[in-house]
């Protein structure tokens, strides 16, 4: 899930396992939704991204759900590899801004 | 190749003295913002630009300012820079607000 204070949570999955990432948002009106990963020294790249009028939508190997009764985003990655480790962020348009959460590492067991 | 250049990519200096980062993209987009990236804080949007000579604040304007007065740069300015400022920044572009992000490598600024 997203952290607070000063620790980015880490989740922590077996190769070749089933990844689950969260994300609450606070915005109702939020309409538009995206994921990022970060490898580190790098900028974040685009995984995907889910508007509002959806519930799921799925790319290669990842899966992004979204729950608006309880303003609830996660993502999924299937078959995690050792390139999956990275952080990984949320983010919501709001008021013609875009807000990130801030973020969960993914660390991939050997 | 299609990408956002940021530079310098690392720079230190001292309280007060006035900085600038630029920021380029080669894809022709018209939605151009700044970021900065603090432990556990994740990314904070900086100022935004919708389109040429449009710019607004994002969460953390303070102390910051941008120029948009053509589409492929978007510079980010501190006149008197703190050490608050010290930070990792992100330039990134899209197509438009609802659309993904480009992001260039970042700018890791030190103010002493």
């Known amino acids: 899930g997203e952290s607070v204070g000063l620790h980015l949570p880490t989740l922590s999955v077996q190769e070749g396992d089933n990844s689950i990432i969260n994300c609450a948002y606070s915005n109702s009106a939020s309409d538009y939704f995206i994921w990022y990963k970060q490898e580190s020294g790098k900028g974040p790249q685009f995984i995907i991204d889910i508007r509002s009028n959806m519930d799921k939508r799925q790319g290669q190997r990842v899966t992004v759900l979204l729950n608006k009764t309880v303003k609830h985003l996660s993502l999924q990655i299937a078959a995690t590899q050792p390139g999956d480790s990275a952080v990984y962020f949320c983010?919501?348009?709001?008021?013609?801004?875009?807000?990130f959460g801030k973020g969960t590492r993914l660390h991939i067991l050997p | 190749e299609a990408q956002v250049t940021q530079n310098p990519r690392y720079l230190i200096t001292v309280t007060g003295k006035k900085l600038t980062v630029t920021c380029s993209q080669n894809m022709n987009h018209e939605y151009m913002s700044w970021y900065r990236q603090d432990p556990g804080l994740g990314l904070r949007q900086i100022y935004y630009?919708?389109?040429?000579?449009?710019?607004d604040k994002g969460d953390v304007p303070e102390g910051y300012k941008v120029s948009r007065k053509e589409k492929r740069n978007f510079p980010l300015i501190l006149e008197s820079p703190s050490p608050n400022q010290t930070s990792l920044y992100f330039c990134a572009s899209s197509w438009g607000l609802e659309n993904e992000q480009y992001f260039g490598p970042g700018t890791r600024l030190t103010v002493t």
């Open positions: 983010a919501e348009i709001r008021d013609d801004k875009i807000i």
């Open positions: 630009s919708m389109n040429v000579e449009v710019t």
